[in-house]
């Protein structure tokens, strides 16, 4: 059984940074993306991050790049969203999400995705 708990977010002021956590259990050894998704209320759940967990390749929103940062530390299990330079728009619930998938392959599209975690919450205050 799947399991993707995440953690680690908080209250920041604007250009503060977080880094957020998902920890995994149940995926295998390998074959498997992650990414964060993050959704406002009201609005859809949108790709923030993700990761290609057998190759390191990644794909980020035009709206966080070169502002946040996916990593993975496979000995750890763990996921990580570095969230630097935070904006108030940023502000919403945080998702950790896996799916299985093919070596050439990363994306952000939400039903690609089977599993998810709860979410973590992350405000941003101007």
């Known amino acids: 059984q799947v399991q993707l708990v995440e953690s680690g977010g908080g209250s920041v002021q604007t250009g503060g940074s977080l880094r957020l956590s998902c920890a995994a259990s149940g995926l295998p050894s390998s074959g498997y993306c992650m990414a964060w998704f993050r959704q406002a209320p009201g609005k859809e759940r949108e790709g923030v991050a993700g990761?290609?967990?057998?190759?390191?390749?990644?794909a980020y929103a035009d709206s966080v790049k070169g502002r946040f940062t996916i990593s993975q530390d496979n000995a750890k299990n763990t996921l990580y969203l570095q969230m630097n330079s935070l904006k108030p728009e940023d502000t919403t619930t945080y998702y950790c999400?896996?799916?299985?998938?093919?070596?050439?392959?990363?994306?952000?599209?939400?039903?690609?995705?089977?599993?998810w975690g709860q979410g973590t919450q992350v405000t941003v205050s101007s």
């Open positions: 999400a896996a799916t299985m998938c093919r070596a050439w392959w990363i994306g952000l599209v939400e039903s690609f995705y089977n599993y």
């Open positions: 990761i290609n967990t057998g190759t390191t390749k990644t």
